[in-house]
């Protein structure tokens, strides 16, 4: 698959909760307007969707509707959760680059080596 369909997707609560029922592999940027850091954070998160196996769904959802931040226990953001086989196995909260969200993903999937 191209490195198209692995590209963030903004989506709302129930498709997210569609999504993490589902089994797979989801990387979720928790955000929000208003949040600074988000705006930097959206920019990493889109890079490394590019780079992720197609099998790996990156997806956005805002905080805006509380009942996000309230089920998924967000309280500082931007925030990523991993998912994996319908349940959280990581979350990383603050800004982070791309290094530090590879160390956690890397157990969990496989990412071509450059060169």
């Known amino acids: 698959m191209s490195a198209a369909a692995a590209r963030a997707q903004e989506v709302g609560l129930e498709d997210l909760r569609q999504c993490i029922a589902s089994g797979g592999l989801v990387l ?5 307007p208003w949040c600074v850091q ?3 954070m959206a920019a990493v998160v889109e890079r490394l969707a590019q780079q992720l196996p197609a ?3 990156v997806l956005k959802v805002s905080v ?3 009942r996000v931040a309230e089920e998924f226990g ?3 953001l931007p925030a990523l959760q991993l998912f ?3 349940g ?3 979350q990383l909260t603050g ?7 590879m160390e956690v993903l890397r157990p969990y999937i496989r990412v071509a080596s450059p060169g």
């Open 28 to 32: 979720v940027e928790f955000w929000a």
């Open 38 to 40: 988000c705006g930097p």
């Open 55 to 57: 099998e790996v769904a």
């Open 64 to 66: 805006e509707d509380e």
């Open 74 to 76: 967000i309280m500082t």
């Open 84 to 86: 994996a086989e319908g």
């Open 88 to 90: 959280a196995t990581a």
């Open 95 to 101: 800004f982070h680059g791309p290094a530090a969200i």
